[in-house]
């Protein structure tokens, strides 16, 4: 069974600085995807951005970007220019490329406050 | 266009009663989520719908909880007997199918609160 892992609970970042949020996870499979979301209070998961296992290059959504190591098991999400905005509940999670089911596995999660 | 939406936002409810919770997905979709997140948890899969398949149970935590789906529209989550260990946000998803990659959409959750 796959596992995600994220180990911060918290993190701080001033306004306009950059932050970094780390994952790892397990797994014996080679095809699959990574994502992290966001949950700001309303509770609604928004797809941040995403990563198929294949692809050597990084992916990046306008100030975000991801750093995957697929060696190392790592999957982490940097943040640039942070706004006040982005302060949310941030997940990362692992979906299976094979096999019926699409199911998604999450980490606990992260819980990031931007300080204006 | 519209989102998935969920009924009742929040439900209270006490120890031993039946709820049952309500996902109408995105039109169109075939693939069908249901999500539990506990208090400062990650989302846990529960169950998984995809067109006319057999649905995979695999993530239901007993038998206390069961889900249906009509055809590719609306889902019923019911939890039997409820407990105060229930009490989490249950989400919904849905996509456009479950083969290779489609984005999962997510509801807004219905909060559970169990006394």
């Known amino acids: 069974a796959q596992t995600v892992t994220q180990s911060q609970p918290e993190m701080s970042v001033q306004e306009a600085e950059t932050v970094t949020l780390s994952c790892t996870y397990d797994?014996?499979?080679?095809?699959?995807?990574l994502f992290w979301y966001k949950q700001p209070p309303s509770r609604q998961m928004i797809l941040v951005i995403r990563?198929?296992?294949?692809?050597?290059q990084n992916a990046t959504e306008n100030r975000f970007s991801v750093n995957f190591q697929k060696a190392a098991k790592s999957f982490s999400l940097k943040i640039s220019d942070s706004q006040l905005g982005d302060a949310a509940m941030y997940f990362c999670a692992y979906r299976s490329r094979t096999g019926a089911n699409s199911k998604l596995t999450f980490g606990k999660g992260i819980t990031l406050s931007v300080r204006p | 266009g519209a989102g998935v939406s969920q009924s009742p936002s929040n439900k209270v409810t006490e120890k031993g009663k039946d709820v049952e919770l309500r996902c109408d997905p995105i039109?169109?979709?075939?693939?069908l989520y249901w999500y539990r997140q506990r208090l400062g948890q990650g989302l846990e899969f529960l169950i998984y719908?995809?067109?006319?398949?057999?649905?995979?149970k695999s993530g239901l935590p007993s038998d206390r909880f069961s889900a249906e789906r009509t055809g590719e529209s609306v889902s019923t989550l019911t939890i039997q007997r409820t407990q105060q260990e229930d009490s989490a946000v249950y989400l919904c998803?849905?996509?456009?199918?479950?083969?290779?990659?489609?984005?999962?959409?997510f509801g807004p959750g219905t909060r559970l609160t169990v006394l």
């Open positions: 990563q198929e296992a294949y692809k050597q």
């Open positions: 039109s169109g979709h075939t693939a």
């Open positions: 797994t014996s499979e080679s095809d699959y995807y």
């Open positions: 719908f995809q067109g006319n398949s057999a649905p995979d």
């Open positions: 998803a849905s996509s456009l199918a479950a083969a290779d990659y489609n984005e999962q959409f």
